[in-house]
């Protein structure tokens, strides 16, 4: 059984952040592991605020799991300061760790700062380099490339930026646009897609679901950088962990329990074929 480490905020109410991650690993029969950096206080209504850990305290977690047993695949959620960010890059690296997938969350869905510029500098800085995979939203590889998304060619223009901020592959999430995008050209609701682009070297691939009209999408987003991680510690191919990521968060958004008022969470433990 292949052991998955999640670093990553705690959402006590289950649907993002390591308690996504432990579940989506489970999801792929991988033994999860965790090291919180923060804790934040939210439900499906919103996020209310955070405390975060020490660098000291993260460092402390994570070295007694790694010392002990191997750990094939590391995702990283929300990093909220320069100190756990360098820490993680300096255990990264000092220990080797493979299938390095990084989640660079800046802001959630209800508009909370999970990180600030200074250490969203950092994390470029030290941690796209480190990583075999990076898997921004929209609005994250706007922010980060400075690159406003608003026709199919910026994609790739934002994803080569941050390639050379040092980043293997990248993975930007665009169902979000194909969203804004049906707006201005109103196309029907049925023929809206959920397309992700995938970034490696110069190769461009695309994976497309359904669009799902909802608004059951809390932990969307940690839920699918996990189940890369998973698949990736599981041997799979990155082009062939991207691919089953995005059918297993497809149906974990279907299958959502629609539970609380505000942005429900996807349901991390649907399970998905894993023979390509
Ligand atoms: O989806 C981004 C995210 C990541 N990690 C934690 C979060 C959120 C969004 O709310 O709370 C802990």
Known sequence: ???????????PNGGAGIIADIKAFTAFDCFATSAIT????????????SISQTADS??????PIINDIQVSAVKTGMLPTVEIIEEIARII???KLKN???DPVVRSTSG??????IALKSLIEKLFPLSDIITPNISEAERISGIAIERESDFAEAAKIMQNFGAKAVLIKGGHF??????????????????????IGNEKYTFEAEYIDTK????????LSSAIAANLANGKTLIEAVEIAKKYITLAIRMSPNLGKGNPSVNHAVKVETQI
């Open 112 to 117: 909370f700062d999970l990180i600030d510029n």
């Open 178 to 199: 194909f969203e804004v995008k049906s707006e201005k050209l109103k196309v029907k609701s049925e023929d809206k897609r959920a397309v992700d682009y995938l970034f």
């Open 58 to 63: 993260v460092r402390q977690q994570i070295l």
């Open 100 to 102: 390095i997938v990084i």
């Open 38 to 49: 923060s804790v934040t206080f939210q439900n499906t209504c919103g996020v209310f605020g």
């Open 1 to 11: 059984m292949k052991v998955v480490l999640s670093i990553a905020g705690l959402d």
């Open 93 to 95: 690296s000092e220990n």
């Open 216 to 223: 059951s999408t809390h932990g969307t987003g940690c839920t």
